[in-house]
Structures are given as structure tokens and as C-alpha cells.
């Protein structure tokens, strides 16, 4: 299982951050582990993880009109069109436990995303800092591939680098864990294909603003973690 050693240390540092962490981005390719440091951030700052992957997954399970428009287009590693992510994210941001801020994993992913998030976030007190976490293309097939999750508290793992301790359960609850029906090799090249020319614009827009880092996310979890709390209070100073 992942050391925590490093987050640890992060801990003592999170609790010195003076400022409210506020909006955060999380940038990277399928795979890279944006929700696996999402989490660790919630831990960290206990602000929430929003993913608009994880959000549309759950109105595909709940059979929602979303997710019925959105189930094929996912299967296919393809984006689902920017005005119902976007209401969907507006909808999201609108609850209370936002006012902190919060970790958006996989929104914005497109420039015209980025762009209205942008204009809804011109008015608020702090900015939104991004951080890109970078990964080989042969470890991200590695991860996807490798991933399982856990369908009751969504907790993350790999049966490569991060197993849980009895095969194909949870540590935390015991339920039987779940591969994402897109965690194919097939999918993962379009996911990568749609990543290349919708997504990795997005991270030059947002390098562009400043306010952006680059973390290498080829190292342990909690290392990685560290890195990235120490970019926010940098790039919040
Ligand atoms: P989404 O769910 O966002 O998928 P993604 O971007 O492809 O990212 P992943 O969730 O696959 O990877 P991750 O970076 O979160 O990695 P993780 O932490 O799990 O989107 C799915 C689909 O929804 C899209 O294809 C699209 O159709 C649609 N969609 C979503 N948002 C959209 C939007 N805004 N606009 C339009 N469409 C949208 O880690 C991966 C694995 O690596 C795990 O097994 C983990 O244990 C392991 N791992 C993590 N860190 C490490 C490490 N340091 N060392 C070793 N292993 C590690
Ligand atoms: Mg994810």
C-alpha cells in the first residue's frame, strides 16, 4: 500500500497554510492521477473533490437523461459535449461545501470549458491555481489498465503499484472492487487521442495565466502529494 510518510510531512505543512487553498485545478492525461491526489487533498484541506468523471458515472448508474446521452459517448473515450458538463459543473459549484474552494479533477478539458469557467470564477475573491502532473504514456497504459475502484467509497487502487490487501476488496469497507468499463487498452488510445487535441490546449491556457506548475507524477503518491501542496502555497503566496 502507499507510504504516507511524505503526506505526513505535507500534513504539518497543509495546516500551516495560511490562506484558504481555494479553487484548485488538477491537469493531466488519463491516468496520470488526478483522483488519486484529488483525495489526498480532501484529506489534507477537507475541501471537496469535484470530478465531472465521477459525476456523469454516477448519472449514468442512476439512469439520469445525462447520463443516458453521455454513457455511449464515455464507452467510446470521447468527451461528452461542453454545455451539459458545464451544467452539470455549475451545479455542482453552487453547493455550500465549495465556499473554501475546491479540487476540480477533469473539468475544464476543453478551452471552451475553460473559458466559462473562467467568467464564472471573474468575480470570486481567489483565483484558481493549476497544476499539471505529468506521466509517461507507457505507465499511464500501466495505471489504466491496472486500475480497480471501489464502487461504495469510490477509493482508488492498482493491481500493479497500489494493491489493496486482500485481492479485489476494499481495506476500507470490504466491497468487491469494480474495473471502469473504459479502462480498456482500445479506450485509453482514444481517451489519449481526445486528451492530445481537446485537453493538453487547456493546460497551455492555463500555463499561460501563470498561477500554474508542473509536478512529474512518476514518483510515490505521497511524494507527489507533497508537490503539489507545496506548488499551491507557492502559487498562492
Ligand atoms: P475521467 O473519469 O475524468 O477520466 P480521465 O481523465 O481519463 O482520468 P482517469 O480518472 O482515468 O485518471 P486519473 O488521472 O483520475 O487517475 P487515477 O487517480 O484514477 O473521465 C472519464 C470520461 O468522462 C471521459 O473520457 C469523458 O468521456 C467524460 N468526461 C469527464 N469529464 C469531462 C469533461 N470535463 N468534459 C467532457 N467529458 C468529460 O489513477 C489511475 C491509476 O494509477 C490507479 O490505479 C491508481 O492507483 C494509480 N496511481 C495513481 N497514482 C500513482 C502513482 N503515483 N504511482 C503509481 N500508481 C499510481
Ligand atoms: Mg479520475
Redo the contacts with the bound molecule.
Keep these: 500500500m502507499i507510504s504516507y510518510s511524505a503526506v505526513s510531512t505535507v500534513k504539518g505543512r497543509a495546516t500551516d497554510l495560511k490562506t484558504v487553498p481555494g479553487p484548485i485545478l488538477?491537469l493531466?492525461?488519463?491516468?496520470?492521477?488526478?483522483?488519486?491526489?484529488?483525495?489526498e487533498l480532501v484529506k489534507l484541506w477537507g475541501i471537496p473533490q469535484i470530478?465531472?468523471?465521477?459525476?456523469?458515472?454516477a448519472n449514468v448508474a442512476q439512469g439520469t437523461p445525462l447520463g443516458c446521452t453521455?454513457k455511449e459517448?464515455?464507452a467510446?473515450?470521447?468527451?461528452?459535449?461542453?454545455s451539459?458538463?458545464e451544467e452539470m459543473?455549475e451545479h455542482r459549484l453552487q453547493q455550500p461545501d465549495t465556499a473554501n474552494g475546491y479540487i476540480l479533477?477533469?473539468?475544464?478539458?476543453?478551452l471552451g470549458?475553460a473559458e466559462w469557467l473562467d467568467g464564472r470564477l471573474a468575480s470570486e475573491a481567489l483565483p484558481l491555481v493549476a497544476v499539471s502532473?505529468q506521466?509517461d504514456y507507457n505507465?499511464l497504459l500501466r495505471?489504466?489498465t491496472?486500475?480497480?475502484?471501489c464502487p461504495a467509497c469510490q477509493a482508488?487502487?492498482?493491481?500493479?503499484?497500489?494493491p489493496p490487501k486482500q485481492d479485489g476488496f476494499c481495506d476500507v469497507d470490504g466491497a468487491a472492487l469494480v474495473q471502469?468499463t473504459?479502462?480498456t487498452e482500445e479506450?485509453?488510445r482514444e481517451?489519449m487521442r481526445?486528451?492530445e487535441a481537446l485537453t493538453a490546449p487547456v493546460v497551455e491556457h492555463y500555463r499561460a495565466q501563470g498561477r500554474f506548475a508542473e509536478v512529474n507524477?512518476?514518483?510515490?503518491?505521497g511524494?507527489?502529494a507533497a508537490g503539489i501542496v507545496a506548488a499551491v502555497e507557492q502559487l498562492r503566496r
Excluded at 493531466?28 to 483525495?39: C, M, N, R
Excluded at 470530478?51 to 458515472?57: A, P
Excluded at 479533477?105 to 476543453?110: A, H, K
Excluded at 491496472?146 to 475502484?149: K, S, V, Y
Design positions: 488538477l493531466g492525461a488519463p491516468g496520470v492521477g488526478k483522483g488519486t491526489q484529488a483525495k470530478s465531472t468523471g465521477d459525476l456523469l458515472r453521455a459517448i464515455m467510446r473515450g470521447e468527451l461528452v459535449p461542453d451539459l458538463v459543473a479533477d477533469g473539468f475544464p478539458r476543453t470549458q502532473i506521466v505507465q495505471r489504466i491496472g486500475r480497480r475502484n482508488i487502487y492498482n493491481v500493479y503499484v497500489n471502469r473504459d479502462d479506450v485509453f481517451r481526445a486528451y507524477g512518476d514518483r510515490p503518491i511524494e507527489i
